[in-house]
């Protein structure tokens, strides 16, 4: 920021940002950013390394890192969260969080708690998007409370989502907070854990069922999900300590989803 006013840049011509980071088809927090710059089409780069490399490229030893492609700023900018608070104010005119006062408090606290949480989940569940698991698979009971937290966000979300844009006579999208922004990019390697451990939607509140179907059938997203399988064609991209977790157990089979997979909430 120079004083308040947001740094900007001309959207035409070359790429304005590079991004670092793992394989995003395990890494839900280098998938998050790419996410959100491939949905409002900013102009950018990207470059793929090993876990093992990361201290070589990011002042902290961690990934994704972000590099402004300006001479106006020569720095790094680490983690999901801050990477995407950057650019929604390098972007003013975007609508990467909402611009309804409510419903961006609402939207920045779902991130934050997506960004912090769900711990549980995170660690016994491993983000790989291509990778299918039928059977006993386990889930701890802690999980299983981070599920219902899941799907009550979602709820609350769209509910209240709404009710405020129906006041304020605007469209809903039928987003998390009505458009396509930051907090659906976070969310998004979450439901990848619900299809790669097959962990049940029967709970979920009809409202939650339509964003979850909505987020399946997002063309970025889909066209996301292509370069994910893509990403697996390659054996040097392969993070082997995320790809059949379960081996040994006779009672889980691990296999890979089809490409043109598509989402039914039965």
């Known amino acids: 920021m120079e004083g308040n006013k947001p740094i900007?840049?001309?959207?035409?011509?070359?790429a304005k940002y590079h991004l670092i980071g793992?394989?995003?088809?395990?890494?839900?927090?280098?998938?998050?950013?790419?996410?959100v710059m491939e949905h409002f089409q900013l102009p950018y780069t990207s470059s793929t390394i090993k876990v093992c490399d990361a201290k070589k490229k990011s002042n902290t030893g961690l990934v994704p890192v972000l590099i402004p492609l300006s001479p106006k700023l020569d720095i790094q900018i680490c983690d999901s969260l801050a990477i995407c608070e950057f650019l929604a104010e390098s972007h003013p005119e975007l609508p990467l969080w909402p611009k309804d006062p409510m419903l961006r408090a609402l939207a920045r606290s779902a991130a934050a708690e997506m960004h912090s949480g769900f711990s549980e989940l995170r660690n016994t569940c491993p983000g790989n998007f291509v990778a299918k698991y039928t059977g006993n698979v386990p889930v701890t009971e802690k999980a299983r409370k981070e599920v219902e937290r899941a799907f009550s966000l979602w709820h609350e979300a769209r509910t209240k989502t709404a009710q405020r844009l129906k006041e304020l006579g605007e469209e809903d999208e039928g987003y998390l907070f009505g458009k396509f922004g930051i907090a659906d990019a976070f969310y998004w390697p979450l439901l990848w854990r619900f299809r790669t451990y097959n962990l049940p939607l029967t709970t979920?509140?009809?409202?939650a069922l339509l964003w979850v179907k909505k987020m399946w059938s997002d063309p970025t997203l889909k066209l996301l999900s292509k370069d994910y399988f893509k990403q697996a064609e390659d054996p040097e991209t392969a993070m082997v300590q995320f790809d059949d977790i379960f081996k040994g157990n006779p009672e889980i089979q691990y296999s890979r989803f089809e490409e043109d997979w598509e989402f039914t909430a039965a």
């Open 22 to 35: 793992i394989p995003s088809r395990y890494s839900g927090w280098c998938a998050r950013p790419a996410i």
């Open 8 to 14: 900007t840049f001309d959207l035409n011509g070359d």
């Open 204 to 207: 979920a509140s009809p409202e």
